[in-house]
């Protein structure tokens, strides 16, 4: 068995420096987001209570689209560096990635029923949106279909990167085509048309999410690391 | 290099001919099962005639690199001295001229009975000359890349379809534009360099995955 994990010891180092700060930033800012957003945010005039669940909804969304750049990223560096932790990191970004994905069409399901009076309909975004959901899935699928993991990982890497063109479709499908979901209000080029009591929440959820991400991310990687050197173990003896 | 896959590609005239088969009977089946209103028919011709473009190439060109992989000629095409991604695009390219060009042919020539008129008949059809060539490659890419894997074929449209969803996107957006009678020509532009993006794309990487695949 070749040495297929450059230097354990040195992720592990950074990682347990980053690991706890991470979690306790997690925490603090879902907290903080999630009080600020169910409490002391005013409703929307329009939209009354309903509009809270934007909070959930939309930095699912951005982390979603945020994890698979994240993803192709990697698969990039797997492909051309053949870097080992690349290819970790990579694969245990993916359910985190889908998670998001799956949080983000739910909650825009449960939030559709009451704004648009269904909770689905095939449009440009919700319908891009479940293709990024297959994207995840088809990547998983494809690293999973071949007996050997090495093979597996190049396949779908090349996979992940060709499937970057779907995201700038994603992100333009509101303005491109008319749709029922509202166009996006936060990264305007005029600057946000949100007021800053709704902003604040929003951008603390986001930041939740985000630290979520990398915590979680951290220590599937290191399962990852440990059970490849497990395997490797194993295959010694 | 482009004469040879053009022979071979003739020489396979029956999977061709199954697979353009399958292109008209599975439109007779969804146009029968639609019923036979001409409104329903006409608004909803050109997204099937789409779908059934993309699941035909999707279908025969995995298949027609399986045989070549079976007759050892991918390792051949590693050996020579041109690269791969050249045997890829002559690929390609006869699989526009002979399954491409027919199947537009064919979706023109049973345009009457979905009662489309003749913008819309122009339109779909060159939105599909545009998008074509990217579909082929994406077959290709999506064979190459399933060619050791188990059950491959099985996993082709879970990979590729989403991949085929910016070129529906923008031909679908074509169709309804120059039904309203509004111009489509920034749509068209759209897809263009989609397709392009997808062809460019798809064939690199798919010499990437020509040599995975080889090497394992």
Not at chain 1, 126 to 141: C, D, K
């Amino acid at each position: 068995m070749k040495h297929i994990w450059a230097r354990p010891s040195f992720f592990f180092k950074i990682t347990d420096l980053f690991l706890p700060f991470s979690l306790i930033f997690t925490v603090i800012l879902f907290a903080a987001g999630l009080y600020t957003g169910l409490f002391t945010s005013p409703p929307d005039y329009q939209q009354g209570d309903a509009m809270r669940i934007m909070y959930i909804h939309v930095p699912a969304s951005w982390m979603a689209l945020f994890v698979y750049a994240f993803l192709a990223l990697m698969s990039l560096f797997t492909l051309v560096w053949r870097h080992p932790l690349a290819e970790i990191l990579a694969l245990s970004a993916v359910p985190i990635g889908a998670l998001f994905t799956i949080l983000s069409l739910a909650t825009g399901s449960l939030w559709g029923k009451p704004m648009w009076g269904t909770y689905w309909v095939w449009d440009a975004r919700l319908t891009s949106v479940l293709v990024l959901l297959f994207l995840y899935g088809g990547y998983w699928a494809l690293y999973k279909s071949y007996s050997h993991p090495d093979q597996g990982m190049r396949a779908a890497s090349l996979l992940a990167l060709v499937g970057v063109v779907n995201l700038p479709i994603i992100k333009g499908s509101v303005e491109w085509w008319n749709t029922l979901h509202q166009p996006a209000s936060l990264t305007k080029l005029a600057g946000p048309s949100i007021h800053p009591s709704m902003l604040t929440p929003l951008l603390l959820m986001a930041g939740a999410y985000f630290f979520y991400f990398i915590s979680v991310l951290i220590l599937r990687a290191r399962t990852e690391v440990s059970r490849r050197k497990l395997f490797v173990w194993e295959g010694m003896k | 290099m482009i004469h040879r896959e053009i022979r071979t590609l003739r020489l396979q005239g029956a999977s061709l001919f199954s697979s353009l088969s399958f292109f008209v009977l599975a439109l007779f089946c969804l146009s029968l099962a639609l019923g036979p209103q001409d409104k329903i028919l006409s608004s909803s011709a050109p997204a099937l005639v789409w779908i059934l473009a993309i699941l035909t190439t999707l279908f025969s060109t995995p298949h027609l690199l399986k045989n070549e992989a079976k007759a050892g000629l991918l390792d051949e095409v590693l050996l020579q001295p041109s690269p791969p991604s050249l045997y890829l695009l002559s690929k390609m390219g006869a699989e526009i001229l002979f399954i491409g060009l027919p199947l537009i042919f064919l979706g023109a020539l049973l345009s009457p009975f979905f009662a489309l008129s003749r913008e819309d008949v122009i339109t779909l059809s060159a939105s599909l000359l545009i998008g074509f060539p990217a579909l082929s490659a994406l077959g290709i890419l999506g064979g190459l890349l399933t060619l050791n894997a188990r059950g491959g074929s099985l996993l082709i449209p879970l990979l590729i379809l989403p991949l085929t969803l910016p070129l529906l996107l923008f031909a679908l957006s074509i169709m309804e534009l120059t039904r309203l009678g509004l111009d489509s020509s920034a749509s068209f532009c759209l897809l263009t360099s989609v397709s392009l993006l997808l062809v460019i794309l798809s064939i690199g990487a798919g010499s990437w995955a020509l040599r995975f695949a080889v090497e394992g």
